[in-house]
């Protein structure tokens, strides 16, 4: 059953407390079965520690449909850094986000039983190390049963949290990949390095892991290297619209492409918050004018409910570079759209 009356109780050993706040004594108050966040209507939103989405946190991921977590990694690198002081400040934003997407109306507390699961422990120092624990970390989230929603961290994470997700058993074929962003980040390689985060989507599709053909990139701009920059996306099969494109599709018919494109197959959603216009979002290391507004985002991301949503992440977070907390913030709002399709993916799944 669903919802049960008056009395809550944690479905899974793994979560550490019951909080008092997902208790209500109320005759008119029910709650799901799974967990929950505190309900902003009736505690402060300043109040309690800090964790994604005011979820309790768990020890592990066993016994999560979805697992929320934060990745402070920053060593791929190529311009300004700080985005490993991502997570904690959209944790931070996440305080103000409540329980029910205004378009779609869906609750994903509802629908699936969700935690934030906390950042893994990292080699910060070697890159090769702090990788393979992204993966390792992965991995056993993933065989654990549970998908993987993260706050990063750089743009190079994508590709060990995919190869983290394939060793635990979620990607049996290359995924289809929705990827916003000003930036193809599909170089061979840049100052001599294979992995960084301008090489994070060639790798992917080199290790099998996206399908390019089912993978669309939406949002690329700003000055170049060179007149090959991007020339990585469409040697390798991606589909790309560019900003100058989306002004002249429009977002009804960039929507409708996605959705052309990315069919019924298993999908994966990563945003490099550059993507947005640095009117949204001036907190990240390389900010290009003439972005993507954050409504455009939003219904971009709503357009997807229902389908077969896997996970995702959203990266590049700075939030020293933006005294106002915006970037975090509408950080945090992208990470509840990526986890409301998500649950409905799973919803449908059951179903």
């Excluded at 209507?41 to 066993?62: D, E, K, Q």
């Excluded at 790798?203 to 060179?226: H, Y």
């Excluded at 298993?266 to 490099?272: G, L, S």
């Excluded at 990470?335 to 919803?347: K, Q, R």
Aim: with cysteine; hydrophobic share 40%.
């Amino acid at each position: 059953m669903l919802f049960r009356k008056k009395e809550f109780t944690p479905s899974h050993p793994t979560i550490l407390s019951l909080l008092p706040w997902q208790c209500q004594d109320s005759e008119e108050m029910f709650v799901s079965e799974y967990n929950q966040p505190i309900d902003s209507s009736i505690y402060s939103r300043c109040s309690n520690i800090a964790s994604m989405m005011r979820l309790p946190v768990a020890t592990s991921a066993n016994g999560l449909d979805i697992a929320l977590w934060g990745c402070p990694f920053d060593l791929g690198l190529t311009a300004r850094n700080g985005v490993r002081m991502g997570p904690s400040a959209v944790r931070e934003a996440s305080r103000y986000i409540r329980k029910v997407n205004p378009s779609t109306g869906v609750n994903p507390y509802k629908l699936a039983n969700v935690a934030d699961i906390g950042d893994p422990a990292m080699n910060m120092i070697n890159q090769a190390q702090a990788l393979k624990d992204i993966e390792d970390f992965v991995s056993d989230l993933t065989a654990a049963g549970a998908a993987s929603i993260c706050i990063g961290g750089d743009h190079t994470i994508p590709y060990p949290i995919l190869r983290g997700m394939k060793a635990g058993g979620r990607i049996k074929e290359p995924l289809a990949l929705v990827h916003i962003d000003a930036h193809a980040d599909t170089l061979d390689t840049l100052g001599g390095e294979r992995v960084c985060n301008a090489t994070t989507f060639r790798r992917s599709v080199e290790d099998g892991l996206v399908d390019p053909k089912k993978t669309i990139q939406i949002g690329l701009r700003g000055t170049r290297f060179s007149e090959m920059d991007i020339a990585g996306s469409f040697e390798l099969g991606m589909n790309v619209i560019s900003m100058d494109e989306y002004e002249e599709m429009g977002r009804k018919a960039v929507i409708e492409q996605i959705k052309s494109i990315i069919g019924d197959s298993p999908t994966y959603i990563t945003i490099d918050i550059d993507g947005l216009d640095p009117v949204c979002c001036p907190g990240t290391p390389s900010p290009e004018p003439g972005g993507i507004m954050m409504r455009d985002v939003q219904m971009i991301l709503r357009s997807l409910t229902g389908f077969n949503v896997l996970g995702g992440d959203v990266c590049e977070v700075a939030p020293h570079m933006d005294p106002s907390g915006m970037t975090a913030l509408n950080a945090a709002n992208l990470l509840f759209e990526i986890l409301c399709v998500t649950a409905s993916g799973i919803d449908k799944r059951r179903k």
